[in-house]
């Protein structure tokens, strides 16, 4: 109505008579009845920017509008040239018909990648791609002429938009591999490392050094150990075996508290964590896992709330990263992690590991482990410290690459 207004107002002004032809007043009086559908008829789509989506040799690109719709559009710019024709192009957040084929999706996104200037394109398109389908990357190889539907295409073209701005790539599929096991991540949580996997490998190696008796002991009456829950206690009988526990102190997606109960069936475990978020990216993880009866997801500072002498085995990967080599770290780490879970403190850099050594050995039971994963450069400073927190004679275990990186020791 505000188009056809006009137009009949400049005719006039013009010393044209300002009566309208039989096709405006044939459009005209639908508008009367439904202005919203004639706003959307007359207009268009709305002006939004264009960008450099997937190209156009290769997209099938089609309008969203219906034949119907697309037939009275070209109709009224007919009639007024004033108004603007409909657009030919869909903006870059519209939608795509049958966009391009798996092999041609590849292609394209590792040149996407490539040019961003990462190390491996090529594995991270394919990445990408099989995610985007939800296919095995042996799939894509298999059936390089599968199409992607629209929706796939879109989704695909924006997580190429945001690798190619260094987000990680665990972050964009919601998944990561962690000794064994596919874990759901996201923002908020670090993302499991390789190097992490030696934390496990300690604790596993020390759990299978222990003895049957100390491993499981015996419930005996009157010596109730305080590692079994309240609610537990009056199911439990003389001679029935309890089960030991490990914590793990920033558990985060709770990777490390998982695979080492996956690999130690008769171990219970506790997983503390400050942030709320990274709590239920843990749950999410310990419930695809079937793991809801033996792991205890809890929100606190480091140990703090532990009982005295109630637990086996604590693990943590605590902050590492030096002030002096924040600037160092690649982008994907520094500007999408969470700063928190990586930077010690500037004043102090052993209050983490400090504090997490004071908790352990109030709540470690008599030779029970402590383990935690650091950097090259705090490990010697750590070890030649924990004597004084309580942990004599401890060890650095060195991972595949040569650096020093786990720092394990057992209670006196």
């Known amino acids: 109505m505000v188009g056809t207004k006009a137009c009949v107002a400049a005719s006039a002004a013009g010393g044209v008579q300002p009566q309208a032809s039989a096709n405006a007043r044939s459009f005209a009086q639908p508008a009367r009845r439904n202005e919203r559908d004639t706003a959307e008829s007359v207009f268009g789509l709305p002006n939004r920017p264009t960008g450099d989506a997937f190209p156009a040799e290769a997209s099938g690109v089609v309008s969203r509008s219906s034949s119907v719709t697309a037939a009275r559009q070209r109709r009224i710019c007919t009639d007024f ?100 096991l596919e874990l759901i991540v996201g923002r908020g949580a670090l993302i499991p490392r390789p190097e992490t996997e030696l934390l496990v490998e300690v604790f596993l190696g020390w759990a299978g050094s222990l003895p049957p008796s100390v491993r499981f002991p015996l419930l005996r009456e009157g010596n109730r150990p305080d590692s079994v829950p309240p609610a537990r206690r009056g199911n439990l009988k003389e001679g029935v075996s309890c089960s030991p526990i490990l914590v793990d102190a920033g558990t985060g997606t709770g990777a490390i508290a998982l695979a080492c109960l996956m690999h130690a069936p008769r171990w219970l475990g506790v997983g503390i964590d400050r942030s709320r978020r990274a709590l239920r990216i843990a749950q999410a993880n310990r419930h695809a896992l079937g793991l809801q009866a033996r792991l205890m997801l809890v929100q606190g500072d480091w140990l703090r709330g532990l009982r005295t002498g109630s637990v086996d085995a604590v693990l943590s990967n605590p902050p590492y990263v030096l002030p002096d080599e924040w600037d160092t770290l690649p982008p994907e ?31 470690l039971r008599p030779s029970g482990l402590l383990a935690l994963e650091t950097s090259p450069r705090l490990a010697p400073i750590i070890a030649e410290q924990l004597p004084a927190w309580g942990f004599p004679s401890p060890h650095i275990v060195r991972d595949y690459a040569g650096a020093m990186r786990v720092v394990w020791a057992v209670r006196a």
Do not use: N
Request: charged share 25%; proline share 9%.
């Open 81 to 180: 040239p004033c108004i603007q024709p409909p657009r030919t192009r869909l903006p870059k957040w519209g939608y795509y018909t049958a966009p391009m084929t798996v092999g041609e999706a590849i292609a394209w996104v590792g040149a996407r990648l490539q040019a961003a200037g990462l190390s491996e394109p090529q594995r991270e398109a394919q990445a990408l791609v099989a995610a985007c389908l939800g296919w095995e990357r042996a799939r894509l190889v298999a059936h390089p002429e599968a199409r992607l539907s629209a929706l796939q295409a879109h989704r695909l073209e924006r997580w190429a938009r945001r690798r190619a701005q260094r987000e990680p790539l665990a972050y964009l599929t919601r998944r990561a591999w962690f000794y064994g």
């Open 333 to 363: 780490v520094s500007r999408y992690e969470p700063r928190g879970a990586l930077l010690v403190p500037a004043g102090d850099p052993l209050r983490p590991y400090r504090r997490i050594a004071r908790g352990a050995h109030r709540s």
